[in-house]
Structure formats: structure tokens, C-alpha cells
């Protein structure tokens, strides 16, 4: 799985727009299965969107239809996700992690491996 960093988060004014970016260090992240993790203070972690390691197959959670989008960029290294008309119900940390790759694949959500969880980046929705 290795180390994942995530970056990108910031403070929006609601309707506005964020790109946040997931790099790896040391291994490719085009042979993983990765998913986008949200959390807000006093509430559980929870799903946001994830993509398998080929075909590009996608997942979003109901919330983030039509609004978020997960992409790969190989050149880079990094997982990305693009955050539009975001909401403040959208303020949370952000987190990336390997995923299962089967349970992406076949469109059921992101499961996270066992791995450790890094910093996150923090996104903030507020007029």
C-alpha cells in the first residue's frame, strides 16, 4: 500500500470549487484500487468516491453524484478529485487509501485496506 499524501483542501465559499490531489511515494498508484474518505468533526468517517486500478471504473457516493469526480493522472502519480458546487455539508477532512479493488470494480463502494490513515487535507465550505 505504502504512503499516501493528500493535498488540496482549503476554504470555499459554498457553490465554489477544490481539486484535491492524492500522491505516492515509492510505489506506482496506477496498480492500486483507490478511494477518497471524508471526515467531519464528531461524526464517523465515511465513503466519497473511488477507482480501480484499470479500466478506470468509478464510484461515487449518493451525496457526491454528479458534483465530484475521481481521476488518475499516471504522469504524476496521483489519484485526483475534483470537488464542484460544493456544499457545506461538504467540510471535512479529506483522506485517500488504497482500496479493494474488486469491491470498486464491481460498483459496490470503497472498502479501504488495512493500512494507516495520513493527515488529510482539510476542506472548509463557508460564506
Known amino acids: 500500500q505504502g504512503q499516501l499524501v493528500e493535498s488540496g483542501g482549503g476554504l470555499v465559499q459554498p457553490g465554489g470549487s477544490l481539486r484535491l490531489s492524492c500522491a505516492a511515494s515509492g510505489f506506482p498508484l496506477e496498480n492500486y484500487a483507490i478511494g477518497w474518505f471524508r471526515q467531519a468533526p464528531g461524526k464517523e468517517r465515511e465513503e466519497v468516491s473511488c477507482i480501480s486500478s484499470s479500466e478506470s471504473r468509478t464510484y461515487y457516493a449518493d451525496s457526491v453524484k454528479g458534483r465530484f469526480t475521481i481521476s488518475r493522472d499516471n504522469a504524476k502519480n496521483t489519484v485526483n478529485l475534483q470537488m464542484n458546487s460544493l456544499k457545506p455539508a461538504d467540510t471535512a477532512v479529506y483522506y485517500c487509501?488504497?482500496?479493494?479493488?474488486?469491491?470498486?470494480?464491481?460498483?459496490?463502494?470503497?472498502?479501504?485496506?488495512?493500512?494507516?490513515w495520513g493527515q488529510g487535507t482539510q476542506v472548509t465550505v463557508s460564506s
Open positions: 487509501a488504497t482500496v479493494s479493488g474488486g469491491v470498486v470494480a464491481g460498483g459496490l463502494g470503497c472498502l479501504p485496506d488495512s493500512g494507516s
